[in-house]
């Protein structure tokens, strides 16, 4: 049975594919449109999804959306009605597209081949599915928090082999992400695309000083309201009021100086969010003092209060890598499934993100068409190889395999280096020509993550990469450890393959159990998808080697 998932028309929009109900195929649109989150219907990520399983979509016995539009658009026009006539721009400019795709799925699957219905899945109950069904878990707390689904904003929820049952909500206009994208935004940061970037800011050191409590009423249950008069979000346009500006003064234009003032509103920003979520998921733990917490939406991107949040008082924790809108495409597919079929059995581990397409069998041909040196490695002696060029400090560019499912290059898709060589991160900076304030993700063999970091808890799996730990030892990782001497983690197993080979090769070569692991893009584009967008990246920037499957590039 052939279960498929949409998520589209406001962020990220993806696919994902189910077989008897284990993920089989998951990709984001912006990985072929190469516009990134690209919000619009995912035709191609549809049609790469049928190409790579070998389907049509005459095969699909369900359709699943992640969210009830119907219900989503009457919030968005009593949001209009509300605040007319200040809304009045944004809704001649929305109404358009509401009326003629966002209401209507059906439209948009038209010519496909596929003849049966759409089933609309609530969007807070797709996060909750999607978190808890990649989980391994038997039971487990969950607990969502993002901008906004239909209504509501946070949700705790109870799942088991039975299904998922809410305990409480917040509802809109009182959110925590739309908190958060309101000060990215007066930061001068996009919304919904570089609220990682307020997350990196909020570590720099600085002497000034912010104070937020006033933007949010806090209640002693976890619960809280946002001060409205400060917030201007409900209108469309401008989210912040002048209100905000009186208090914080003038917002920060794009690309313009950052100053230490806006260090701290960054810093008070990150504070506020992990307080309000660590009093959240103190609820759910009275709610239900359960050993496992599954945490989704948007906000559990954030790998800062990921980290907080790992401290207790849930004893195991599990973030989906696709915690956002894209990986609630998996999760209305997965509700679905499991509502006609009761999940008797718990995944061995969590799943994997690496879902997507898989070039490994262009890769020979590819290399040869580009007239680069390159060499065709046999098997065993890729890890070893390419474990040797980062020992002596060569950046490389892997593509491999499935492409990662979600926002982080876990492997397939990255670029590696040296931990702690001085001349790999010299190279990285020039390769990336990212702002000096962010750091690069590091990725650890699960059974040595304690040697290099402090483990909550003994909470050592994070195979997405989604989690801020302080390191041990700075000088020993100096390109993985941030200011602050917080490092994002991520963790694979001996035995997975792949990056987990190259790091055990390079654990022998080194002594060292660890990578620097850091997405392989242009600026502004989404992670290279195919062998064609590796090579260009490849050709413009001073990376030393391209590994395309098991043939190694140079130049």
Known sequence: MYTLGISCFFHDSAVALLRDGELIFAAEEERFSRIKHDNRFPHRALAACFKEMGITAAEIDAVCF?????????R?????????????AAFVRMMPEWLSERL??????????????????????????????SSSYPESAVVVVDGVGEYETTSIWHATAEGLVQKKA???????????????????????????????????PTDAT????????????????????????????????????????EPRIAETEITPWHIAVAAALQKLTQDILVSIIAQ??????????????????????????????????????????????????????????????TRAAPLGACIGTNHDNEAEAMAHASGLPYEVLPSPEVAPRIAALIAQGKVIARVSGKMEFGPRALGN??????????????????????????????????????????????????????????????ARIPNIVHVDGSCRVQTVRRDEGGIADILVAFEKNTGMSALLN?????????????LEQALAVFTEQPIDCLLLGNVLLSK
């Open 413 to 474: 898709r990255s670029l590696l280096a040296h931990p702690a060589h001085p001349e790999a991160f010299k190279k990285l900076h020039a390769i990336k020509s990212r702002e000096s304030f962010r750091p690069f993700g590091g990725v650890f063999l699960q059974d040595k993550l304690h040697e290099y970091v402090h483990v909550p808890q003994g909470i050592n799996e994070h195979p997405y990469m989604n989690v801020c730990l302080a390191a041990i030892d700075s």
């Open 104 to 133: 209507d799925i059906e439209k948009s699957l038209e010519g496909l081949g596929y003849t049966g219905t759409v089933q609309y899945v609530p969007h807070h109950l797709s996060h909750a599915a999607a978190v808890f069904y």
């Open 210 to 249: 912010v104070d937020l409590s006033s933007l949010v009423r806090r209640e002693d249950d976890g619960s809280f309201t946002l001060a409205m008069e400060y917030f201007h979000f409900r209108a469309g346009g401008r989210m912040w009021s002048s209100a905000l500006e009186r208090i914080l003064g």
């Open 518 to 530: 850091t997405s392989f893009n242009r600026r502004g584009e989404p992670l290279v998808e195919s």
């Open 66 to 74: 992640y969210e009830k539009p119907l219900r989503k658009f009457e």
């Open 76 to 88: 968005v026009l009593e949001d209009f009605a509300q605040t007319y006539p200040f809304s009045g």
């Open 170 to 204: 917040l509802h809109y206009p009182h959110s925590l992400g739309l908190l958060y994208s309101t000060i990215t935004a007066f930061l001068g940061f996009r919304v919904n695309d570089e609220e990682y970037k307020v997350m990196a800011l909020a570590a720099m």
């Open 284 to 345: 759910a733990y009275k709610e239900m003092p359960s050993a496992n917490l599954c945490l989704a939406g948007g906000v559990a991107l954030n790998a800062v209060a990921n980290g907080v949040v790992a401290r207790g008082p849930f004893t195991s924790l599990h973030v989906f890598g696709a915690a956002g809108d894209s990986g609630a495409a998996y999760g209305a597919a997965a509700y679905v499934h499991y509502q006609k079929t009761e999940r008797t059995q």
